[in-house]
């Protein structure tokens, strides 16, 4: 589909690279297993290039975040990586013309930091769909559904680890009475079993419920884990470490909820090996996890092949990383609600004019030309700490 060859898209020139920094507070802070976030430090990729004389700018969002907790990547990393080893092995091709789709093959003698090569991956793309007036859901073929109407895909929102069940459950009641149609609740151990209970008996039987353990248990703790099985939750999303692939295929016949992997997977490669072992009962798709939104539509296809459910994750993205994210997860092996919150789950004010509205627990697939986005400049002047500028090309 998006192979070079058959690809609707023309490479494009580009002549430099911006990497800008930008400061975001979130609206109330989101606690993890790893940690607490309360601003977010975000890196954004901005190409500057040309096509047949014309120039046209592609934005493309990392979603390492400040430091390494979720995985090894970190935004200060990202950033150093793209200037000294990732940026320089495009700037050949960067003068002839930049196709998305050979991104990942220039990139590929870097080991590593798929969140810093995906972010780069996306912001090509964006160009050269910009440049071909397309967006993203159209180049999927997600930009209406069977019957010709415009996509929406179900919302679920990520809810962050409160410290009593009482404050837990006026937030999920916040984000039932938003519409939210299926509710994440992170977990660890000290705040798992009872807030899993209370927040099931808030919401009734009916309203889809899974949780995300961020890899804070261990192999031992598989009986203590089936303890969720009474709460019939969707899955439970990488309880055990990023590298424990056994672990996790042995506590998916512990267990009877399906096991999700997430961090685990940063690869179409990995993805299908924790199938075959038995690890990865669904998988949840981050493009920046696994290099960008290509090696995410693969892992998607590999995925449907197989059979195993898949669903879109978030990483606390603006509008960029958003707005393509709805598109992906229109595609039909996404058969689970995604972590697509509406923009104001977690920003008071978005970088784009458009930002992610949920409406009856949906959201429309956005068909702007590009990844689905226009930025709002003036403001995302206003919140940019820094400007790095990366020339590829004369
Ligand atoms: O973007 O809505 C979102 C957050 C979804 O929970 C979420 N992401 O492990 O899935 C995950 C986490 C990673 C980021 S936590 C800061
Ligand atoms: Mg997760």
Avoid at 50 to 72: F, H, R
Wanted: glycine content about 10%; aromatic content about 4%; hydrophobic content about 40%.
């Amino acid at each position: 589909m998006i192979s070079s060859n058959d690809s609707p898209l023309k490479p494009v020139r580009i002549e430099q690279v911006e990497l800008r920094r930008i400061a975001m507070p979130l609206v109330s802070p989101f606690r993890t297993s790893f940690g607490v976030e309360t601003d977010r430090d975000i890196l954004i990729v901005h190409v500057e290039a040309d096509l047949d004389g014309v120039a046209i700018d592609g934005w493309g969002e990392c979603v390492a975040l400040g430091e390494p907790t979720y995985s090894a990547e970190y935004v200060n990393g990202a950033q150093r990586v793209m200037v000294e080893h990732l940026l320089p092995r495009l700037a050949d091709a960067a003068s002839e013309g930049i196709d998305a789709a050979d991104v990942g093959e220039l990139l590929r003698s870097v080991h590593g930091h798929p969140m810093a090569k995906g972010a780069i991956e996306a912001a090509v793309l964006d160009a050269q769909l910009r440049a071909a007036g397309m967006s993203f859901a159209e180049l999927l073929g997600t930009d209406t559904d069977t019957k010709g109407r415009p996509s929406r895909i179900p919302s679920g929102v990520s809810v962050g680890i409160h410290d009593t069940v009482e404050a837990l459950l006026t937030t999920v009641q916040g984000y039932i009475d938003d519409g939210y149609v299926r509710i994440k609740l992170k977990i660890e151990p000290g705040s798992d079993i009872e807030h899993v209970a209370a927040v099931r008996d808030l919401i009734g039987p009916d309203v889809p419920l899974q949780v995300d353990a961020n890899t804070a248990y261990r192999r031992t703790d598989g009986q203590h884990l089936a303890q969720l099985d009474q709460f019939d939750l969707l899955l439970i999303e990488q309880p055990l470490a990023e590298e424990d692939i056994v672990g996790h295929a042995r506590l998916a016949d512990e267990v009877e909820t399906p096991i999700c992997l997430d961090e685990s997977l940063v690869s179409a490669e990995g993805t299908a090996d924790a199938i075959e072992l038995g690890a990865c009962e669904i998988a949840n798709i981050k493009p920046g996890r696994v290099g960008g939104y290509l090696e995410a539509i693969r892992i998607h296809d590999l995925c449907l092949a197989r059979g195993v459910p898949v669903w879109c994750g978030g990483m606390v993205e603006t509008g960029i990383g958003r707005a393509a994210n709805a598109a992906l997860a229109a595609l039909p092996g996404f058969t689970l609600p995604g972590d697509i919150s509406a923009s104001t789950r977690f920003y008071a004010r978005d970088i784009v004019t458009d930002p992610i509205t949920v409406v009856d627990g949906h959201v429309t697939v956005p068909t702007t030309p590009g990844m689905g986005f226009d930025i709002d400049r003036p403001f995302l002047d206003s919140v940019t700490t820094s400007v790095e500028t990366i020339h590829l090309s004369p």
